[in-house]
Every structure is written in structure tokens, then in C-alpha cells.
């Protein structure tokens, strides 16, 4: 038998839901362990580490859609605009003799939340199905912006001679990925332990019900619209320090970086891993990119197939992706004993 749970002294007497929510703020061994591995891959994989940037970029910006689309209930097909406007910022900045990669961040993230907020009075006026067309529209309008700019962002050429300072002032990206593996882990890790806090706050409980029921959370006084507002706004800041990181460590910008495809590739990694999980973009970003480059190099011209079926059989079989077949594993294991 299971000794009972022990109550913090400065807990006795509170409220249930202050207990939940202690439990929920606490580190469980699995995140640990998982903030670890990426630690100890820089060690592990030295040959790899470039791939491994891309991994947490593209976990970055997973995380930035699951806030909206996971938590919120937002959904959208135009993500990649913001990653977009954060990448091109990245760039542009340095053409102005802004070369210190924290302030390119800083200036990403800005524009990025400055169009996430103006397009947000939009996008939160419509329903599902409108908010699909609208954010797809907005991104389109972007593409073909940057595309009819192509003295500034150079087009369908991408924006070439960006040139990013060393981090700190001491450590200069390498070609082997060292010095980017280790910024952009930095930096993510950073930004993931402020989602982490506002999501097992009352603030982040206030967007599942939101998402669970709306005209619930509204008949005991939840913001609905403020609410909304404030976590698309976030969202985009996110997806514009992603876009940023990728700037920086590639040293180049792509028009596809506002492109469909971006913003579809996007959605399938949230859905392989799992969506409202936290580690459900990274992980799914990680099965995504590493299958992307393992079915390439087997079958070029056919790799598609084979990631089509990878996402029909974790739609099928594992309810709540990757995350959510762990859960219930591990579920299974704690009842076994």
C-alpha cells in the first residue's frame, strides 16, 4: 500500500485546487531526464549538432502553434507568417549594422507579437473554418510581399550576407553547430520555462475551459477575448524568435520560411507528438525531422509516402500522439505494479 501524499505545512488547511496546482508546478522526473538529453546530445552526437538545431527550432515554433491550437483552441493554417517576420527581422537587422544576435531576437520577437496583436482583432472574430481561410490569407499576402520586395528581402533568391555577431561577444558560430547548438538550447529552455509557468498557472486552466466550453468560461467571468488575445499575441513571439534562431544559425533566410508547406509541416509535428503537452512539438519535431532525413536518403523520390502513412497510423492508433501513447504506457506500468 501507497503511503498517502505529504501536504506542505504552508498548504495544510487550503483549498483543493491549490494542492492541484502545486502538483501541476512540480518537475516531473520525465522532464528532467528529457532537458538532460538534449544537454547530453552536444556531447554524444558532435556530428549531428546542426541537425539538433533544427530539431529545437522546429520544437520552438511547435510549441509557439500548440499554445493557440492545443491550449486555446485556436486553429490555424498561416502560422508561419510570424516565423517568417521573425526570420526576415533577424536578417534585416544586420543590414543596418545590428549584429548582436540577443538584439536580433529582441527586434524578431517585437515585430512578430506587433502582427500577432494587429491580425488577432481579425482571426478571433470568425470561426474555425474562418479563422483557417483568414490566417491562410494573411500568410499568402506576406509570401507574395516578400516575394514583390526583392530588393529588401531578395526574393525568390532569399536574403543573402546576413552576418551575425558571436554570442556574448566571445563564441562565434562554427561550422560544425556547437556554438548554435548550444545558444538555440539556451534559448529555448528559456522561453519554454516561461510557457511552462503560464500554462500550470490559473491562466493557462482559464484557456482550457475556454477551449472546452466557451459559454462556461464566459458565466464565471473568464476574458474571453482578452484571453485570446494575449496568448495569440504570445504565440506569435514565439513563432518570431524561432524564425529568428533559424536566421541566425543558417546565416540565410528563404522565401519558403512564409510558405504553406512551413505551416502544414507545422501542424503535422503537433499532431505526431501531441497537442496541450508541452513536449508534444519537440517530440514530434524530433520524429518529423529525423524521419524527413532517414526516409530521403532511402527512398528520394517516395519519402512522402512513407510519412503520409507514419501520420495516418498516429492519427489511427495513437489517440493524443506520441505523448499521449506514453502516458497511457506509463499508466499501464504504474497499475501493473
Known sequence: MKAPPVIPRHLLGAPPY???LRRRERWGKGEILFWLALVA????FPKNLLLG?????????ALSLDLILGYAGIVTLGHAAFFGLGAYTAGL????????????LLAAAAVAAAAGWLTSFVVLRANDLGRLMITLGIAMLLYEVANRANGLTGGVDGLQGVEVGPVLGLFRFDLLGRTAYLYVLGVTFGLFLLVRALMVSP?????????ENNRRAQAIGVPIRARLTNIYTFSAL???VAGALLTQTTQFVGIDVLGFQRSADLLIMLIVGGTASLYGGFIGAAVFLLAQDRLAN??????LFWLGLLLIVVTLYLDGGVVGGLRRLAAWVERRR
Do not use: K, M, N
Open 18 to 20: 491549490l494542492h492541484a
Open 41 to 44: 546530445a552536444f556531447f554524444v
Open 53 to 61: 538545431s533544427q530539431i529545437l527550432i522546429a520544437g520552438l515554433f
Open 93 to 104: 537587422v544586420t543590414r543596418v549594422g545590428v549584429h548582436d544576435p540577443f538584439l536580433g
Open 203 to 211: 491562466y493557462g486552466l482559464s484557456l482550457r475551459c475556454i477551449r
Open 238 to 240: 514565439l513563432a518570431g
Open 298 to 303: 532511402l527512398s528520394p523520390e517516395y519519402w
